[in-house]
């Protein structure tokens, strides 16, 4: 009963975000998901699943309830992770309401517990991955918990999807040739192959859904568009196709048409209402010109090394790019997720108005959780670093949060790797490392040597 009753209180805390702004925090694409979901459709450039989460948790009924689940979920996610980091269960309690306080007030953990958006997952993934693979006993409650959470993470974005995935096939690759050298690695290859069997679960879930609701039993059908905007965002794909549009293989793409006039945002060429994407075919039938371009462009060993390039330049980039509320702007009128909610949670639209957001009150407050989070993000790699150099005993708290800095590090270049960078891809999870050092701090190693 104390332990619901402390996860009740840090979801609560986790909800102060959404609860200063009088409404759900929203995105424009917070509109998309809400149609997928209430409507049963598969969008191109998007899973359904988080809009099911939000048909689902909402009840139909109020946006807030959907808010409150969010951070429900990662109360408790807190909880179990934190269980594994502190070294002494001494006050656990306190130290745990204590550590979600920090977080609140000085991160941008409330503002995504608090967005409807899919963000709020990208660091349960984390969690759910260090749960299995450094925790030190694994409960069958705990276990089966975790891997719904797991799952339902995965399968609300594509690029968590890529980050299970990442992390499945470079541990995997990390244990064959510890194996191969005959040493012993420090996680278990059982542990391995349960979040590489979680993986391949989302995968499988996310075709079964695609499927369920439009008879598609394929993971994205606009994967390539976000593949062409990310080659058109490094300027690789103009000088590609002024250089090859007269070769006999592209001579019949519609894009060798538009070489001259193509968008110099990525951005542009996807939302465009009248866009280089749209005159070439749309989200969906253009997958099959842009493969053909992408494979002959990449089959060419300098095309391939400048995309290498662009992707690591675009990844170091996105490392940086970790300011608090990113897209949290004012959406008045018709403009969207504005006409979404008042379709389909009518007697919350007013209240939706009325929000800090709208009113543009947010900015002097997020600048101010933005400063806080990159003061104590810099320290804390900082503290991170002379913790790793000097610690003796690689214990799991020390294994968790190297995990946690691979996760971040990996986010970044992942993210940057198929799109651009983008300041909301990168400060979701950049929380987590803070996490860790508030944990050090609170254990008392003063010296930070365990």
């Given amino acids: 009963m104390q332990e619901t009753g402390l996860i009740l209180l840090a979801a609560v805390l986790l909800c102060s975000a959404a609860l200063y702004n009088n409404f759900p925090l929203v995105y424009p694409d917070t509109g998309a998901y809400i149609v997928s979901g209430f409507k049963g459709i598969v969008l191109p450039d998007r899973p359904i699943m988080y809009g099911l989460f939000i048909r689902h948790s909402s009840m139909s009924f109020s946006l807030w309830f959907t808010i409150f689940m969010q951070s429900i979920i990662t109360a408790i996610m807190l909880f179990i992770v934190l269980k594994e980091l502190f070294s002494s269960p001494r006050n656990f309690y306190f130290k745990y309401i204590l550590v979600v306080l920090l977080l609140t007030a000085f991160t941008g953990i409330a503002w995504y517990s608090g967005q409807l958006m899919p963000d709020v997952f990208t660091p349960l993934l984390a969690i759910c991955i260090a749960y299995f693979f450094f925790a030190k006993k694994l409960t069958v409650p705990g276990s089966l918990f975790v891997s719904l959470v797991f799952i339902l993470s995965a399968s609300t974005h594509y690029s968590h999807f890529l980050l299970s995935l990442l992390v499945s096939f470079i541990f995997l690759l990390l244990a064959i040739i510890y194996r191969i050298r005959k040493k012993e690695f420090y996680i278990k290859y059982k542990r391995i192959a349960a979040v590489t069997g979680l993986s391949l679960l989302s995968w499988l879930y996310i075709l079964t859904i ?179 150099m000097y610690a003796k005993n690689k214990n799991v708290q020390y294994r968790i949060g190297a995990f946690f800095l691979f996760f971040v590090i990996l986010n970044a270049f992942a993210t940057a790797g198929i799109n651009i960078p983008h300041e909301r891809l990168q400060c979701r999870v950049v929380w987590l490392v803070i996490m860790f050092c508030i944990v050090l701090s609170i254990d008392k190693r003063h010296a930070i040597i365990s």
């Fill in 210 to 388: 695609n499927y369920t609701y439009d008879d598609d039993f394929r993971l994205s059908k606009g994967s390539h568009a976000f593949l062409m905007s990310h080659f058109i965002e490094t300027g690789v794909m103009h000088e590609y196709l002024k250089e090859h549009c007269d070769d006999p293989e592209l001579k019949d793409c519609k894009m060798c048409f538009y070489k001259d006039s193509l968008e110099m945002c990525s951005g542009n060429f996807l939302w465009g209402y009248n866009s280089t994407l749209y005159k070439t075919g749309g989200w969906v039938n253009t997958r099959d010109e842009y493969n053909r371009i992408f494979l002959k462009m990449n089959s060419n060993p300098g095309y391939l090394i400048k995309n290498m390039y662009s992707s690591m330049r675009f990844g170091m980039s996105q490392l940086f790019m970790n300011r608090v509320g990113n897209g949290l702007g004012a959406y008045p009128g018709e403009q969207p997720p504005g006409p979404t909610i008042r379709e389909f949670f009518l007697w919350e639209h007013n209240s939706y108005l009325l929000a800090a957001q709208n009113l543009n009150h947010l900015p002097p407050v997020v600048d101010t959780i933005s400063d806080c989070q990159n003061i104590l993000l810099i320290g804390s790699v900082i503290m991170l670093l002379y913790y790793f």
